[in-house]
């Protein structure tokens, strides 16, 4: 707060600020070149690094899509039910299984996975790294130590991350996809027609494109972002002023900003 309030009534920083903001962006752009690249060699596939991702994958994924798939699937019920009520009040019933695929399977869906799994990966990054500093170690060896962790495990969180957001998005998508149909259709066979040619309307070629390209990219963020700010906090300790995670506003922005871009291509 008060390095805050010191910039604010100091313009002569205000250049040297949006140098260390600019270069903090370079940075994270640059890790995500080079964990890319890394991930694409084959060399980088060891019987560690298999057996990493694996295990990363694990906790992150199948440990808690059950509970992540059961919850989405009750607020999502809700909101169909929601919104075919109130479709019907207003004699628009024949738009509302339309609606729902639009903005649950689309929209809502996807970004709730990447900020649930952002959420677990920033514990696990934080656990990692700061976590050191309680083992009572020098400040030089708990920073060699994290920034050793890290780059052991880089390749495995980014595989790890990427495949919990498309996991968690993929199998909520279903399960809303089932629930729209009982809720409109019931148990009956015969709306199978109808349902497949209205969602199939949804999802026309661009539109599915769009939507995997759109999840990948949450996956990559949540997958960059909280190791740059990590990495980034570890050769600048100084830069620690807040108790917010590190990456975390980052992180939001860039979700945020990946959302709203999607839309304005999808409806403007």
């Known amino acids: 707060m008060r390095r805050t309030l010191h910039l604010s009534t100091t313009p002569s920083l205000w250049g040297r600020a949006l140098v260390r903001y600019l270069r903090s962006w370079w940075y994270m752009f640059h890790l995500g070149a080079i964990a890319l690249v890394t991930a694409l060699t084959p ?35 809700v909101i169909i039910r929601i919104v075919l009520v109130t479709a019907l009040s207003y004699g628009l019933s024949r738009y509302a299984l339309e609606m729902v695929v639009r903005v649950l399977v689309l929209e809502l869906i996807p970004l709730s996975a990447a900020l649930f799994a952002a959420l677990r990966a920033g514990m696990a990054f934080d656990a990692t790294a700061l976590g050191l500093a309680r083992a009572g170690l020098p400040t030089a060896e708990i920073n060699a130590e994290a920034l050793r962790r890290l780059r052991r495990d880089l390749v495995p969180q980014l595989f790890a991350n990427a495949f919990s957001v498309l996991s968690l998005a993929m199998v909520s998508s279903t399960i809303v996809l089932v629930l729209a149909y009982l809720n409109v259709y019931g148990l009956s066979p015969w709306g199978l027609q109808d349902y497949t040619r209205t969602v199939g ?68």
């Not at 899509?65 to 699937?73: D, R, V």
């Not at 949804?202 to 972002?225: E, H, M, N």
Request: hydrophobic share 55%; glycine share 4%; aromatic share 10%.
């Open 43 to 77: 060399s980088t596939y060891s019987r560690a690094t298999r057996h990493a991702t694996a295990r990363y994958i694990h906790a992150g994924t199948w440990q808690v899509l059950p509970w992540f798939t059961l919850l989405s699937a009750l607020i999502s019920l």
């Open 201 to 268: 309307r949804v999802f026309d070629p661009v539109v599915t494109v769009g939507f995997v390209l759109k999840t990948v990219l949450f996956g990559l963020a949540v997958a960059v972002i909280p190791t740059a700010a990590i990495l980034e906090l570890q050769r600048y300790p100084r830069r620690l002023a807040s108790s917010v995670q590190p990456g975390a506003l980052r992180l939001l922005f860039v979700l945020l900003l990946i959302e709203g871009a999607s839309l304005a291509i999808k409806y403007i």
